[in-house]
């Protein structure tokens, strides 16, 4: 994978550089920017107390009421580097988050891997151009704006899915056999490399 060029962002008169991060229009889902540490705190700083960041040409805040997770280390290299990302919220309204670093990783494979995860319905991964297609003809996917990471906002809702295989499966549009090949079963447990 290719190394992402690093945005400079300012707070305050402290300069940081980001080399990822991911926007729910300009609001925070993820965000990875290292630097001084007086620079990492002022920009913390900023951020917790409701005000906008620039990195690049994208403007970018917390969600107001948001809850996010915040992990300050140092780098191989010793420069401190902080991490901001918005807490999965178990009673949010279906709305669910997938970020991943491996370009390789496709949307489809992003959004069955949050349905397995987060879905009271249960979905096969020979479904997955189905339920993919499906998601983009009821808007319940939308791509984030990134850099250096990939990610996906999904909505879910669990009774509209349900209904829709239920249909899908009378039809024939989808196959009942749900025996999974060897292959599949590995491609489908495995994380996603998703953050």
Do not use: C
Request: net charge positive; proline share 5%; glycine share 4%.
């Amino acid at each position: 994978m290719e190394t992402p060029k690093l945005i400079p962002i300012q707070a305050e008169g402290f300069h940081a550089f980001t080399d990822a991060f991911a926007l729910d229009d300009s609001w925070i889902v993820f965000l990875s920017i290292a630097g001084h540490k007086d620079a990492l705190k002022a920009i913390r700083a900023k951020l917790f107390t409701n005000r906008w960041l620039s990195a690049g040409t994208n403007d970018m805040s917390l969600l107001p009421r948001g809850r996010y997770i915040t992990v300050t280390r140092a780098l191989l290299s010793g420069t401190p580097h902080m991490a901001i990302w918005l807490k999965e919220d178990q009673n949010n309204s279906g709305a669910h988050y997938t970020l991943t670093l491996d370009p390789k990783v496709l949307e489809p494979d992003l959004y069955l891997w949050t349905l397995a995860k987060h879905s009271a319905v249960p979905v096969h991964p020979r479904w997955r151009a189905w339920l993919y297609k499906r998601a983009l003809k009821n808007q319940a996917i939308e791509t984030l704006t990134s850099h250096g990471i990939h990610g996906v906002k999904i909505s879910l809702n669990d009774e509209n899915l349900a209904e829709d295989i239920s249909n899908a499966l009378k039809r024939g549009r989808l196959k009942k056999d749900l025996e999974i090949e060897p292959q599949l079963e590995v491609e489908f447990d495995s994380p996603r490399r998703a953050v």
